[in-house]
């Protein structure tokens, strides 16, 4: 147990645990600008996955990771139109769509899955290295914990003050938190929320998309069926858990991240111990942390309240 | 001169009503201008096509004299035609500042505070209005809400102001504010089109529509018209504005306690002080009035007195015996009766049928069971008599609620909670939103249960209703009870002096 | 409203407008649009994949369906389907979004599997019955905590019971896969459990040797839920509490402990369909052969509209569908994982159809 706080170890779990927070924060973030605007999309994971299967047929078939990360993008967008579709001018119930969107989304990723390697070894691609940011990846301890990332992980973080700049220092974030709030006080205007809740969507799914995508080419060379693993959940939680604020999200997000990473180096490592309890930390954390909320809550008043007029 | 603003023939459909049914009315530049009607009689459906919100399937819509049409608000505020909505459209958690903002076309994406907070200054200035654009509005009182919704109208050069029921939710005193901001936006030449059904507010107004079930009566001058005339149009009928007094119960023997309330204090989830130290007693045949504009804490008491809520301190008492604590159940089941103010959210199921809410809270009850199951025939029974017995409007007593008007739906919730009722009856703004032949229906019953010997709390916003009906009249401020006084002793001046002797400071 | 507003200048001619009072003929037309949209994507789908459609349509639908040994097999593989479906519509009709049937489906096969272990030797009549009522007392608690932590500390009931899936699954991978549940063989560690003994297995019907009592207990289930929800006191509250639990707690309900018992009903029928699998099918505990039964019965409650017969229905046509599918997959060459992909497009189009079926088409005349 005690290799576990070794200095190599640990930098190793740092390291790691931001590599891991890539695709989680992307996902986070995107769906937090979908939930502002009062769009509850329960789809992450199911958009996540898409973005995942979408990235590894691109590499696979044309070979470049750039296109494929563009194509996660684009799926996502493609999840985000249906899912706009089907809350906003369907007006269907938010939790129901989303559930009905990752269980298609399992369904037809393992179809076209299983139609793409027929009959052949499974192909494989050359994922993302890292990046080292000159001088800044020498410093000890953080440079190569911070600043030896891939170049989606930079972008990544980078979207966080990104983000929170759109939503509190622009106008059209300020009319996106208003949808959440109080859609009618636009309508009432007469501007239109069905566009803003739209582009809301189309924003965080792909999002969304793009962490599937790292999720795929950030961390192994294949597709596997349930590649997301319930990480799309946990961007959810960690908009929950981070009272809906850019920084409450990253805060988060970085916990169960942190837990996945111990408990791969606890499998690695071979430490006598069930590999499962670590696994399972993150999911545990999770509920733990959402019993523990007692504080005002940022949730947005119409989240998840279709709007009528 | 030519009418600032004209509609002809305005005609406006929903699915299973005409809402406004050819509608000529014209507003004059400077003047205010009363739409006067019952509820449901159209007004604020004509008030949303004159502001673009709807698009109505007949007539059209002149300004300045050029036929225009609104296709969206923005076609309505770009000729300078605002409006100020009964229930407000704010966000609680933005500013003043960004509430007025959001939603304006400033140019580029920069959230530009600064020249806008410049602008609003400015007009807080001109109006006499005092409002920290800094607060969040859900800290702010209801008439100071009101003052954001009006600045956000005039920020957008509002020169044709509507002012939908504006005094719906303030005390006498924030009336009186209004007005005064109303006169100051007459003298900078913004024309007024002011909904009321109050006929206090209608004479102060220089011209008046009266709208009655989605047609024009008549548009009269306020200098020849009088209230009695005025409510003629209104109704249709001779009718006496209001139950009239009615005689105070059998004074005979000393009346028995029924409620007593001793220093019951709760504190909200928010950490708010809802209710502070309420002390009070309803006797046998005895209706108590509750006045004040909601907000002040009054469904809190509600919820208290019925076991919804828990209090923090003090002691009720039911008939002698102590039920602070008790889950609504138990009240329920000691005779205590609740008819709340949002009736299809508190008090109805609304897709449930009209026999299957007779008996919401009693469906496990032997009056409607067999054995483990419900029994389908003694539901229906019960259903038919209580439809029969208050005249409940509907084709049959499996008719989803939720196709009710809002007076029959009432009149469910009446049915039941009258039936199975019986030492206290909580009555919450039971008569808000109704026409004028539910609310005298509904008056009259909650007489008759007090002549029947049952206790009422009766609260209402209409002052003159509460003088006319209640035994006493206790009024409540600010979470608490500033004053008790004799119905018969009393007047509308002395209760809004209360209502607001308590605020000052 | 739906409406073209945002047309500037527009001379609406069509109106779409809510409906006053629901049209049966309407519904019904919807749905079955719904239902060909459906089969016309899925077909779409075979066809992308260089298979034959037609023949992979009719390859499904005799397998499924097409002699006495395939309806056999095919409600065999609905009864899963159709408990589960049951499970997920006594938690939504209370607008209880559980989405922990997955996890309750393998507790319940844990806890089933324990009692085997435990109660073995005992008459037989017991031990199958404590076996079962082990299953579904497993399932009912992962419920009862869903509804605790909702009601007590207000966490969302989607995500207590998506994360708890995932425990529970990982609980289960650890007891057949290194710990004690673990067959070993002589030399290799096999991710399940050792075979159930022949005395725990669940009886077959009509000797056919796969379709087990457990179809019965599916039966019963489906009306013992149509009885409760339409004809008890508490189906009457799990009703209104679906609508408007406001008003329901207002006069006098106990919202927190309806909701209990609604998550123990919807717990223990879900883990009834644990039991039915490792008991009455598979026979011995494997995390894959359980996998998925939770979240298509969710798919099944929606599609049956959240009716214990529709569920029946829905359940006895996917049972069908993924039978179907390893005929297809064998004869037509199409991937049996189109069964799931097909689920889930005719659930989002059934759910379009829903909405859809509450607003009608209106012809407007313009003015002027």
Excluded at chain 1, 174 to 193: M, Q, T, W, Y
Aim: one cysteine or more; hydrophobic letters at 50%.
């Amino acid at each position: 147990m005690t290799e576990l706080f070794s200095e190599a170890i640990l930098i190793s779990i740092f390291a790691g645990t931001v590599r891991i927070m890539t695709p989680i924060l992307f996902a986070a973030i995107g769906e937090l600008v979908t939930q502002r605007a009062g769009i509850w999309n329960m789809g992450v994971e199911g958009t996540m996955l898409m973005g995942s299967f979408t990235a590894y047929f691109v590499a696979t078939s044309t070979g470049s990771i750039w296109l494929a990360v563009l194509a996660a993008v684009m799926s996502g967008v493609m999840m985000g139109l249906v899912t706009a579709f089907m809350t906003v001018t369907m007006r269907v119930d938010h939790f129901i769509s989303g559930l009905g969107i990752n269980l298609l989304v399992a369904g037809l990723t393992l179809y076209w899955f299983r139609i793409y390697i027929a009959g052949r070894a499974q192909p494989t691609f050359d994922g993302f290295n890292s990046v080292a940011i000159p001088g800044l990846s020498q410093i000890p301890y953080l440079g190569p914990i911070l600043f030896d990332q891939r170049l989606l992980t930079y972008l990544a973080f980078a979207a966080v003050p990104m983000i929170w700049f759109l939503l509190y220092r622009t106008r059209w974030g300020l009319e996106l938190r208003c949808l959440g709030e109080n859609p009618k006080a636009l309508d009432i205007k007469g501007l239109s929320v069905v566009r803003r809740q739209y582009m809301a969507v189309l924003i965080g799914s792909a999002m969304t998309g793009l962490g599937g995508g790292f999720l795929m080419l950030g961390f192994s060379d294949r597709f596997l069926a349930d590649i997301t693993a319930g990480r799309g959940w946990l961007a959810i939680v960690a908009i929950i858990a981070g009272n809906w604020m850019p920084r409450g999200v990253l805060a988060a997000v970085f916990v169960f991240a942190l837990l996945e990473s111990i408990g791969t180096h606890v499998q690695v490592l071979g430490l006598n111990m069930p590999h499962q309890i670590f696994l399972a930390m993150p999911y545990l954390a999770s509920i733990l942390l959402l019993m523990g909320l007692r504080r005002k809550t940022n949730q947005p008043v119409k989240l998840g309240i279709p709007y009528f007029r | 001169m030519s009418p600032l603003l004209k509609c002809v023939d305005l005609t406006k459909r929903f699915p299973g009503v005409v809402a406004n049914d050819r509608v000529t009315f014209d507003l004059m530049p400077g003047e205010v201008h009363c739409l006067f009607g019952e509820n449901g009689a159209g007004k604020s459906t004509l008030s949303s096509c004159l502001f673009g919100y709807y698009q109505p399937e007949g007539g059209h819509i002149e300004c300045d004299g050029i036929p225009v049409k609104f296709n969206s608000p923005r076609d309505a505020i770009a000729v300078g035609i605002g409006m100020v909505h009964q229930h407000f459209v704010l966000v609680a958690d933005f500013t003043v500042l960004e509430n007025i903002v959001v939603g304006t076309h400033a140019k580029g994406w920069k959230l530009d505070l600064k020249s806008a907070r410049a602008r609003v200054d400015a007009l807080c200035q001109q109006y006499d209005i005092n409002l920290d654009l800094d607060a969040y509005v859900r800290d702010l009182a209801v008439g100071q809400q009101q003052w954001v919704e009006i600045l956000k109208a005039l920020y957008l050069d509002a020169r044709i102001l509507i002012l939908d029921e504006p005094t719906a939710v303030l005390t006498p005193d924030e009336s009186e504010r209004l007005f005064h901001i109303i006169d100051q936006m007459c003298q900078r030449h913004i024309s007024i089109i002011l909904i009321s059904h109050k006929m206090s507010e209608v004479m102060q107004a220089d011209r008046v529509t009266v709208l009655r079930k989605g047609a024009v009566v008549g548009t009269v001058e306020t200098a020849d018209a009088t209230p009695d005339i005025l409510t003629k149009m209104m109704v249709g009928r001779d009718v006496a504005l209001r139950v009239s007094r009615t005689n105070p119960a059998d004074q005979g023997d000393v009346k028995k306690p029924v409620l007593e309330v001793r220093n019951v204090s709760y504190v909200a989830a928010s950490g708010k002080s809802a209710l502070t130290d309420i002390t009070l007693t309803i006797h046998r045949g005895e209706i108590l009035g509750l006045a004040g504009v909601s907000g002040n804490g009054q469904k809190e008491l509600f919820e208290v007195l019925s076991g919804i809520l828990v209090p923090n301190a003090g002691e009720i008492t039911l008939d002698g015996a102590t039920v602070t604590g008790m889950p609504s159940r138990d009240y329920m089941q000691r005779g205590v009766g609740l008819i709340p103010d949002d009736r299809f959210r508190e008090g109805l199921i609304p897709e449930f049928s009209v026999q299957e809410n007779m008996i919401l809270g009693w469906q496990r009850d032997d009056a409607y069971t067999s054995g483990p199951l419900l029994s389908a025939a003694k539901i229906k029974e019960n259903g038919e008599a209580m439809i029969d017995a208050f005249q409940i409007k509907v084709p049959s007593g499996a008719t989803p609620v939720n196709h009710l008007s809002g007076g029959n739906a009432q009149k469910v919730i009446l049915a039941r909670e009258f039936s199975q009722s019986s030492t206290l009856l909580l009555a919450n703004q039971p008569t808000r939103g109704l026409d004028l032949g539910v609310i005298e229906y509904v008056y009259s019953q909650i007489i008759a249960k007090r002549d029947q010997g049952y206790a009422v709390l009766l609260a209402s916003e209409e002052l003159e209703d509460l003088l006319n009906i209640s035994d006493r009249i206790a009024v409540m401020s600010d979470g608490k009870i500033v004053g008790i006084v004799n119905a018969q002793d009393s007047s509308v001046p002395e209760i809004g002096q209360l209502m607001t002797g308590a605020q000052a400071a | 409203m739906i409406s073209t507003d945002d047309m500037p200048n527009g001379q609406r001619r069509i109106k779409v407008e809510p409906r006053l009072n629901p049209n049966a003929s309407w519904t019904l037309a919807m749905y079955m649009i719904a239902t060909l949209f459906g089969f016309g994507l899925t077909a779409l789908l075979i066809w992308t994949s260089g298979a034959d459609v037609l023949k992979a349509f009719m390859t499904l639908f005799n397998g499924a369906f097409g002699s006495q040994k395939a309806w056999i097999a095919s409600l065999a593989k609905a009864t899963p389907l159709i408990l589960t479906g049951l499970a997920t519509i006594v938690a939504f009709r209370a607008q209880v979004w559980s989405i922990g049937q997955e996890g309750q489906v393998y507790s319940g096969a844990m806890g089933a599997y324990l009692a085997c272990l435990v109660f073995a030797g005992l008459p037989i009549g017991i031990y199958l019955s404590l076996i079962i009522l082990s299953g579904m007392i497993a399932g009912a608690g992962l419920g009862i905590i869903a509804a605790i932590l909702k009601t007590r500390f207000g966490v969302n009931e989607i995500i207590s019971t998506v994360m708890m899936n995932y425990l529970i699954v990982f609980l289960l991978s650890y007891l057949i896969g290194g710990g004690p549940w673990t067959e070993v063989s002589s030399s290799v560690v096999y991710q399940q459990s050792a075979q159930i003994p022949d005395a725990a297995q669940l009886p077959y019907l009509f000797g056919t040797a796969k379709l087990h009592i457990a179809f019965v207990f599916a039966l019963i289930a489906a009306v013992f839920c149509y009885v409760v929800l339409e004809k008890t006191p508490l189906g009457y509250e799990i009703r209104a509490m679906g609508f408007n639990p406001v008003a329901l707690a207002h006069r006098g309900t106990n919202i927190g402990r309806t909701m209990i018992i609604v998550m123990a009903i919807s717990g223990a029928i879900a883990g009834l369909a644990g039991v039915s699998e490792i008991f009455g099918t598979s026979h011995r505990v494997r995390v894959d052969t359980l996998y998925g039964f939770g979240f298509t019965g969710i798919i099944i409650g929606m599609i049956g509209g959240l009716r214990p017969l529709g569920a029946v229905i829905a359940g006895i046509l996917f049972g069908g569908l993924e039978t179907g599918a390893l005929y297809m997959k064998l004869l037509a060459k199409v991937p049996a994982a189109i069964v799931p992909a097909m689920e889930g497009i005719l659930l989002l189009t059934f759910l379009i159809a829903g909405v859809a079926a509450r607003y009608k088409i209106v012809r407007v005349n313009t003015n002027d």
